[in-house]
């Protein structure tokens, strides 16, 4: 079953994106029953291309709390999107 293709984190960026020019991050451990989430801030998304999809970077992150690898990433609309 292919996986669903995200926005890039270039549109996330961009204020006529949608998304209100947002910079952070929202992850979600893939694992429903563990509930576990971290805020990632602007600094540490910055280190990634516009052109990565949020849908790539979701099979890269492992949960600090159950071990279980993948994520559900999530533009952070509440976080203030600063200029850097």
Sequence with gaps: ??????????????????????????IYCADYRCGHMVRLAPDVVDQWPDEMRLSDLEPQFTCSKCGRRGADARPDSSAPSGTG
Excluded at 3 to 26: C, D, N, S, V
């Design 1 to 26: 079953m292919a996986r669903e293709q995200k926005i890039t984190l270039g549109q996330m960026r961009q204020p006529e994106g949608g998304r209100g020019g947002t910079r952070a991050l929202l």
